[in-house]
């Protein structure tokens, strides 16, 4: 079945730089791969997607790339605030709406 | 346009003892995910149903067992509880199974076994 990989399980960042955060998967059926943010206590909560017939989706501070050939794909977020900071979480599936398999999770931490 | 709601918020079992958690979808959603999250993890893909019918199943044990009803709304029921079993579990909706949409999550449910 699908596994998906993640890195690094933390990071740190001074307010205004820029993080990326990595994934690995190993279907290559997988064709949909969304991004949450999930706050302490909160719910896992949607932020960026990007589906397998595009290399790249920008939203804002946001953006997702997505190589296929080698199944990795990654989050950045650029100019860094205080309010980023919580666990990223990216995921991978056959086709949106079906089964997730996440990835551990990224804290991201970021000081002002 | 109401979101995904869950309940109970929290709830503390006995091993060996039975558990209903349920979710309603948010409005104009026909297919719900459960997912259960343990503490420092990603969550893990329980089941799906779409239309209230199962419509697919991650790795976990038979005691494990799913409901959806004709609004859509979900019940997760686990049987003879484990330790292993204290988790957040998470419900998400989305529009449709096959039309290949995003999910939603819902709070939560914090399930402690003891």
């Known amino acids: 079945g699908e596994n998906v990989e993640q890195h690094p399980s933390t990071l740190s960042v001074q307010e205004g730089d820029s993080a990326v955060i990595k994934c690995t998967y190993s279907d290559s059926a997988s064709n949909y791969f969304p991004w949450y943010k999930q706050e302490l206590g909160k719910r896992p909560q949607l932020i960026i997607d990007i589906r397998s017939n595009v290399g790249e989706k920008k939203d804002q501070r946001i953006a997702v790339t997505l190589n296929k050939t080698a199944k990795h794909f990654s989050l950045h977020i650029t100019e860094t605030q205080p309010e980023d900071s919580a666990v990223y979480f990216c995921a991978a599936s056959k086709q949106a709406g079906t089964a997730l398999i996440f990835g551990k999770g990224t804290t991201l931490s970021v000081s002002s | 346009e109401t979101g995904v709601t869950q309940s109970p918020t929290h709830l503390i079992k006995t091993r060996g003892q039975q558990v209903t958690l349920r979710c309603s979808s948010q409005?104009?959603?026909?297919?719900v995910s459960w997912y259960q999250q343990a503490l420092g993890q990603g969550p893990q893909f329980i089941f799906q149903y779409y239309r209230e019918e199962e419509n697919g199943r991650g790795n976990f044990p038979p005691r494990f067992s799913g409901l959806q009803f004709p609004n859509y709304s979900s019940e997760l029921n686990v049987n003879a509880l484990e330790l292993d079993d204290s988790a957040l579990y998470l419900c998400?909706?989305?529009?449709?199974?096959?039309?290949?949409?995003?999910?939603?999550f819902g709070p939560g449910t914090r399930l402690t076994v003891t």
């Open positions: 409005s104009g959603h026909n297919t």
């Open positions: 998400a909706s989305s529009p449709g199974a096959r039309e290949g949409y995003e999910q939603y």
